[in-house]
């Protein structure tokens, strides 16, 4: 069983440029969350999305970020027209459906995004 | 009343001593309490977690302590070893929500 798959590992964008990171979640897991690092940071929550619908993007940036998980292939972190800032590791990870409960939430290896 | 705070940022012991990592929190929402592990160009682990309804968890070397009159919880790493040397961070989470402290540089000499 794969774990979660995150792709590109390194991207590097100009600013203004779209940047596009993919997650996979691991089988069976219906859950994805997306997470930001910054350097020396810990990691921001983002996003919280079950299949075709966004749970929770009380972390997102109002501007230029979206994210979506089709009901086919990996969830889809977009940042759109690039920043410097938005420089910064973006973690996804992925949990099974616990009704009403905590459960561990498997993490990928991450994408570096460095704006150049 | 979201933060978690962690200390030290930074921590440097011998091989064979016991390691300390401190976590407060203000939400008395959360229940439930994990620390991560993380190395360099990896992704975050689950290393052991706590809800509150118990004061501590042992998993081999690693131990929580958790103190909810405080909104205090430890990790204890005993017989640290060079392979413990990561990132560590605590969380608090309810729900699918999970703030995270903004974690602790480990570094064990051998």
Known sequence: NAGVMQNPRHLVRRRGQEARLRCSPMKGHSHVYWYRQLPEEGLKFMVYLQKENIIDESGMPKERFSAEFPKEGPSILRIQQVVRGDSAAYFCASSPPVPGGNTEA???????LTVV | QQQVKQSPQSLIVQKGGISIINCAYENTAFDYFPWYQQFPGKGPALLIAIRPDVSEKKEGRF?????????????????????????????????FKTIFGAGTRLFVKA
């Open chain 1, 106 to 112: 498997f993490f990928g290896q991450g994408t570096r």
């Open chain 2, 63 to 95: 131990t929580i302590s958790f103190n909810k009159s405080a909104k205090q919880f430890s990790l204890h790493i005993m017989d640290s070893q060079p392979g413990d040397s990561a990132t560590y961070f605590c969380a608090a989470s309810r729900g």
